[in-house]
């Protein structure tokens, strides 16, 4: 399967904690995304790179939250001291657009987090 | 990013067609309607995307109004599988050249056997 992968698929954490999540995207797609997601509600932007560069990052990625992607391959999401309201699914999505207005963004399965 | 509306839900009967619509009242000239869809516990995919004329692919139809205030995706024969939260946004280029896609609550289809 060439799709986005995500690792680890369900992550349960007590709040405090620190946890990362890992990304890998399409082969060759420069860009990458990262989403949340909350019960009934839709994704939420939360950053983005393009090749290794982070270009973009959204409001609610506060500054317990960090983004890397090294080698501009794949990309690595850490929430450091977890708090209840933390708890989503975490979407990463990948793209090599022509143009950000007809990009197709391919999205992973996702990880679930449960912060106990 | 402009803003859509769209119905929370809808239901409809395995193998009739469904008409999913869509309002972006704000729609501006260079925006791109963008159509995903996200199955239960899955990640959201990628359905059609148009800017003034009707476009066809092997998953969905998309009209878009003349006017471009409104656009409809159309499922041509629904089956279960098809039973998901569509997505309808709009893109641009936005901030000096690209943001995530600003999804919304989006319209939660039911396909009735």
């Known amino acids: 399967d060439t799709g986005v992968s995500q690792d680890p698929r369900h992550k349960i954490t007590k709040r405090g904690q620190n946890v990362t999540f890992r990304c890998d995207p399409i082969s060759e797609h420069n860009r990458l995304y990262w989403y949340r997601q909350t019960l009934g509600q839709g994704p939420e932007f939360l950053t983005y790179f393009q090749n290794e560069a982070q270009l973009e990052k959204s409001r609610l990625l506060s500054d317990r939250f960090s983004a890397e992607r090294p080698k501009g391959s794949f990309s690595t999401l850490e929430i450091q001291r977890t708090e209840q309201g933390d708890s989503a699914m975490y979407l990463c999505?990948?793209?090599?657009?022509?143009?950000?207005?007809?990009?197709?963004?391919?999205f992973g399965p996702g990880t679930r987090l449960l912060v106990l | 990013d402009a803003k859509t509306t769209q119905p929370n839900s809808m239901e409809s009967n395995e193998e009739e067609p469904v008409h999913l619509p869509c309002n972006h009242s704000?729609?501006?000239?260079?925006?791109?309607i963008h159509w995903y869809r996200q199955l239960p516990s899955q990640g959201p995919e990628y359905v059609i995307h148009g800017l003034t004329s009707n476009v066809n692919n092997r998953m969905a139809s998309l009209a878009i109004a003349e006017d471009r205030k409104s656009s409809t995706l159309i499922l041509h024969r629904a089956t279960l599988r098809d039973a998901a939260v569509y997505y309808c946004?709009?893109?641009?280029?936005?901030?000096?050249?690209?943001?995530?896609?600003?999804f919304g609550k989006g319209t939660h289809l039911i396909i009735q056997p």
């Open positions: 999505a990948s793209s090599f657009p022509k143009s950000s207005r007809e990009e197709t963004q391919y």
């Open positions: 946004i709009l893109r641009d280029e936005g901030k000096g050249g690209a943001d995530g896609l600003t």
């Open positions: 704000t729609i501006s000239g260079t925006d791109y």
